[in-house]
Every structure is written in structure tokens, then in C-alpha cells.
């Protein structure tokens, strides 16, 4: 059984930084290309940031610069690493794991950007 737990979020000041994780189990995870959405209220599902299994990375335009997407093979895990953080980075994060068909999802861990 695949499980993607996510954890990390919380409530930040504008400016600061926050580091996500989402911990898989169940799944060759070195196989497979992640991906960290978000979506806030009211609004559509955005891709936040990817990595692939050879790590070749991905960003939104409004974060780039800011938030860095990492994955550690050994420890089946992969991060966002967001640095000066912005009230319109308000959301919740999912993490997604796929290859091919094969699409996993996690609970999503809320982050919102407040002072």
C-alpha cells in the first residue's frame, strides 16, 4: 500500500521560510518523478515545483528564486524548501508521486502566510 504523509506546514510570517516533507512508503521511490502542488481557497490545483527520478527540476514562475524542490532516495522523501515567503503562497500542499499511469497522492499540510 502507498502512503505519501506530508508534514511541515504551519503559519509563517511574510519573509520567512518553511521546509515541507512528504515521506513515502509502499513504492520504489527512486523510480518515480514528484511533484508539489498547492491550491488555495477558491481557487484551481497549481504545480508548485517537480523533480524527476534523475532530479531534474521544475518551478512556477511565482516561485521561482524562492522555493527549491530536493528529494532524498534513501530516506524516500522529497522537500520544498520556501524561503521569503509571500501571503499569496497561502495554501494547501500535496505531494504527488507518479510514473506512467501511476499517480499517488498525499493528505496535503496547510501553510499559510500571515503576519
Known amino acids: 500500500q502507498v502512503q505519501l504523509v506530508e508534514s511541515g506546514g504551519g503559519l509563517v510570517q511574510p519573509g520567512g521560510s518553511l521546509r515541507l516533507s512528504c515521506a513515502a512508503s509502499?513504492?520504489?521511490?527512486?523510480?518515480?518523478?514528484m511533484i508539489w502542488y498547492r491550491q488555495a481557497p477558491g481557487k484551481q490545483r497549481e504545480l508548485v515545483a517537480g523533480?524527476?527520478?534523475?532530479?531534474?527540476?521544475n518551478y512556477a514562475d511565482s516561485v521561482k528564486g524562492r522555493f527549491t524542490i530536493s528529494r532524498d532516495n534513501v530516506k524516500n522523501t522529497v522537500y520544498l524548501q520556501m524561503n521569503n515567503v509571500k501571503p499569496e503562497d497561502t495554501a494547501a500542499y500535496y505531494c504527488?508521486?507518479?510514473?506512467?499511469?501511476?499517480?499517488?497522492w498525499g493528505q496535503g499540510t496547510q501553510v499559510t502566510v500571515s503576519s
Open positions: 504527488n508521486l507518479y510514473l506512467g499511469v501511476q499517480s499517488y
Open positions: 509502499g513504492v520504489a521511490f527512486s523510480l518515480y518523478h
Open positions: 523533480i524527476s527520478s534523475g532530479g531534474n527540476t
